[in-house]
């Protein structure tokens, strides 16, 4: 079992993650935590506590940063106005329970620190809280087993041609954590954008006759006519069922300057020929077993 914390800026497919993970075999999630990115920290912290309501998902829960590290919060339009396409009040209930934690950068390191195990962070939001928690408690990174991350690309990217969302929302975050020394594995755009689910598959969803399933199929149809890729489950899906992808040793390395290449990933080859590789990058995945794995999860 890996022992894991999710960081999340839900969001859609940071919604659909969390499905994967409550239904993941080989994953022990301790804690949730929100960041600022797809929407407001308000409305991400707000649907983090009612999915795990939804989902009946026990764990401390924790508010995160309200803003990037150094710029200014930058929203994702395709999840809509609430992040999760309109359909928050479907699962408001009075049942959701209140946040253990108004810091979740304490919350991390309080568990991290107290855990016997080392800990694996699963990060598909802005890398805020998690830059923060590497620099607040350095001593907090011999307790990290790995994190692995969507984000960045090492093609195409989602802001600029070359930017992913994540990353640039808050490139200084992506630099910290991938110059961190931790072992990371990134989910980025290059698989991710093809990550999704077939029409057939999402006609079987709307078939589901219950209240998550109805959930899941609503968000999901509103957010795939913005945006077809199914990101974060990837990350999720590294951990749990690393047997679908391919995974390469490459030292990625995060731009912080220009509008342009604004937290841009990219290979910096010099380092990789000198022997220096600091992440693991899913360069191919298996879309059906994906696209399987993702609807069981859904349809639980
Ligand atoms: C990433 O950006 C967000 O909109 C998604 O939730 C995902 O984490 C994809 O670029
Ligand atoms: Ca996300």
New binding site residues.
């Given amino acids: 079992m890996i022992d894991c914390i999710l960081d999340f800026?839900p969001?859609v497919?940071?919604a659909a993650a969390l499905f994967v993970m409550k239904n993941a075999k080989n994953l022990n999630l301790l804690a949730l935590s929100s960041v600022s990115?797809?929407v407001s920290i308000e409305n991400t912290t707000r649907n983090m506590q009612c999915l795990a309501n939804l989902l009946d998902i026990d764990v401390p829960m924790g508010k995160g940063q309200p803003r990037p590290l150094i710029r200014q919060p930058y929203f994702?339009s395709?999840?809509g106005d609430d992040g999760i396409a309109g359909f928050r009040k479907m699962i408001e209930s009075e049942n959701v329970r209140d946040l253990d934690s108004e810091n979740s950068v304490e919350m991390m390191h309080e568990i991290i620190k107290n855990s016997s195990n080392k800990i694996t962070i699963i990060a598909?939001?802005p890398l805020t809280n998690i830059a923060l928690l590497l620099r607040a408690f350095p001593q907090d990174k011999e307790k990290i087993e790995q994190i692995s991350i969507?984000g960045g690309s090492i093609t195409y990217g989602?802001m600029t041609s070359l930017s992913?969302?994540?990353f640039f929302v808050d490139p200084e975050a992506a630099k910290i954590v991938f110059e961190s020394g931790i072992k990371l594995i990134m989910a980025g755009?290059n698989v991710?954008q093809l990550a999704t689910l077939t029409e057939t598959q999402m006609n079987s969803l709307n078939e589901v006759d219950n209240k998550k399933a109805k959930f899941a199929y609503n968000i999901i149809k509103y957010y795939v006519s913005n945006d077809t890729g199914i990101?974060?489950p990837c990350a999720v899906m590294a951990l749990e069922c690393p047997e679908i992808f391919e995974m390469e040793d490459m030292y990625i390395d995060i731009d912080t300057q220009s509008q342009e290449t604004r937290g841009m990933s990219y290979r910096n080859i010099r380092r990789e020929k000198d022997g220096e590789f600091n992440c693991k990058v899913i360069t191919k995945i298996d879309l059906d077993k994906f696209g399987e794995k993702l609807l069981d999860s859904l349809t639980k």
């Fill in positions: 800026d969001g497919d940071d990115g797809n994702a395709a999840h598909v939001g969507m989602n992913e969302f994540n755009l991710t990101h974060d």
